[in-house]
């Protein structure tokens, strides 16, 4: 029962992390999931042709998002 609930747990917090993600512009999606892959801001302004404070910019906008929409499990 206990291993249970932990895995029900468990994918209920990963499915509302893929609903928050989804809920992000396309633009700050890739350049968050860039950046959590372990790339550097400078290497996703490289990839993306983007300039490197726009990439800064929607990084921290879409972590400022995601913690608004996760905070219950924060």
Partial sequence: LHLCDRR???MCIRDRI????KTLPKEHY????LYI????????AQETGVSLGTIKSRIFH???KLKQLLSDFV
Avoid: C, D, H, V
């Avoid at 893929?18 to 993600?21: C, T, V």
């Avoid at 890739?30 to 999931?33: E, L, S, T, V």
């Avoid at 892959?37 to 996703?44: A, L």
């Fill in 30 to 33: 890739n350049a968050f999931m």
């Fill in 62 to 64: 879409s972590r400022k």
């Fill in 18 to 21: 893929r609903a928050a993600l």
């Fill in 8 to 10: 029900q747990r468990q």
């Fill in 37 to 44: 892959s372990g790339f550097k801001y400078r290497e996703i």
